[in-house]
């Protein structure tokens, strides 16, 4: 009787050491990946800052150029989601993240070691190559490490995390050019990425279950999910024809495209030439906008984790997406009072990112074992978005340009940027329609 209690105990202990291993680790594994995740966002906006150096520094003439330079990064964005998902659930996640890393690394240096406009195109699609698979793996790692009721709160902390690359790729990143010139800062960079690679495969792990200590005779039951080649055929299919992926990719790209439209580029130039502000100035205004992203995808991911519920606080943020939108194109004649934008900023980017809600409900229609695949899917809308709507706008800028030219630069008058912040609007509107069709996803333990 004694040695059977004794077993027990000794079952106990082990076990609560296991545990408390898998939560320093998980712990260690959410830091490694969010650094990771920083380099994301900040090549995301980083051509908002930039964009008048590539005017200069290139002979640039025409802003849909400069649009379609920021927008190569989500054109492959977006095209690389699936076969990261794929990738990730094949191969596993860690693997992914380190060549990930090494790729947006190599192309960071190259962006700033080039001399031609060509190149900084092979640069950006490079970079775009690299960081696209950083979400959909850290997604995959967190299905694993996590349990639902924390999943909307871990994946909002790490897009909060995330924004901080947006904060650096502002004002700081204005701060390091004018200190250093705009090459050396994406060299430098570019040898942090291929740094936080190697950090990436010493310390992730794709699974608890990779942190088995069998020797103590102790193991938890293998759970692992993993999806084949075999049945890879079937499983995007059942992904692929759930009617509400799509509604999710619809409202996913409504939100975030026009949101990366303003703060990814045309943000800064609307602010220096409406308002006459400094590019430190209004790129001070896209670090609002980013710490609103902060607050808003923290706030979405614990609120619907806090009610069960994905759906409902996701309806109510687009609603708050297109009122904010409403403001920027019909108060004022599309000039709000300079002390409103403060406001209005915070709010484009509480509201702006709350697509990333999309890409859990996606993973929460589908089995674990393609949770790669579906978060891929799930996470396209958005840069489909990002990707059309940069240069849509730069477009629609052009189509309403009256000739003028200052120090070399496109002076868009304000009535352009009415009219290209209108089609924003609409879209927005767009995204409470597909949100509304969208069907409960959260699945209680």
Not at 229 to 239: A, D, H, P, Q
Not at 250 to 279: K, N
Not at 307 to 335: E, Q, T
Not at 390 to 410: H, N, S, T
């Amino acid at each position: 009787m004694n040695e059977l209690k004794q077993n027990i105990d000794e079952q106990k202990t082990h076990e609560a050491n296991y545990n408390r291993r898998i939560r320093v680790r998980r712990a260690i594994i959410f830091l490694v990946l969010n650094i990771a995740y920083l380099t994301v966002y900040f090549h995301r906006v980083s051509p908002a800052v930039i964009v008048n150096d590539i005017f200069v520094l290139f002979n640039v003439k025409d802003a849909a150029v400069v649009g379609s330079l920021a927008a190569v990064y989500f054109y492959v964005y977006f095209l690389m989601q699936i076969p990261a998902g794929l990738l990730a659930d094949l191969l596993g996640p860690r693997k992914i993240i380190f060549a990930g890393m090494l790729v947006s690394g190599i192309g960071s240096i190259w962006f700033g070691l080039t001399s031609s406009l060509s190149g900084l195109f092979v640069a950006r699609f490079l970079i775009g190559l690299g960081v696209s698979v950083i979400f959909i793996s850290l997604i995959r790692v967190y299905s694993t490490w996590f349990k639902p009721r924390e999943f909307g709160t871990v994946i909002g902390l790490s897009v909060f995390i995330g924004n901080l690359g947006a904060i650096i790729a502002a004002t700081p990143l204005a701060a390091m050019i004018a200190a250093f010139g705009l090459r050396y800062t994406f060299v430098l960079v570019g040898l942090f990425s291929l740094a936080v690679a190697l950090l990436a495969w010493f310390v992730v792990r794709d699974d608890p279950q990779e942190l088995l200590v069998p020797k103590h005779g102790y193991a938890k039951e293998d759970k692992r999910v993993a999806m084949s080649l075999s049945t890879m055929g079937s499983e995007i299919y059942k992904v692929v024809y759930n009617r509400y992926v799509w509604h999710a990719f619809a409202s996913a790209f409504c939100v975030y495209g026009p949101f990366m439209a303003i703060a990814g580029i045309w943000g800064v130039p609307y602010l220096m030439q409406v308002y006459g502000m400094d590019r430190s100035t209004a790129a001070t205004f896209m670090i609002i906008s980013t710490i609103g992203v902060m607050f808003g995808s923290f706030a979405i991911g614990f609120i619907s984790d806090r009610l069960f519920s994905r759906k409902k606080p996701y309806l109510a943020f687009v609603i708050g997406n297109a009122m904010v939108w409403a403001a920027l194109v019909f108060w004022n004649d599309g000039a709000p009072p300079h002390n409103s934008l403060f406001i209005i900023f915070f709010l484009l980017g509480v509201f702006g990112n709350t697509g990333m809600v999309s890409t859990i409900m996606v993973k929460e229609y589908n089995p674990p074992a393609v949770a790669g695949l579906a978060s891929g899917i799930g996470n396209i809308g958005a840069f489909v978005g990002s990707a059309l709507m940069q240069p849509f706008l730069g477009y629609l800028l052009d189509r309403k340009w009256d000739g003028a030219i200052v120090e070399g630069i496109k002076f868009y008058p304000l009535q352009a940027f009415q009219y290209a912040f209108g089609a924003c609007f609409i879209f927005s509107c767009l995204a409470i329609v597909n949100v509304f069709l969208l069907r409960e996803s959260f699945k209680k333990e």
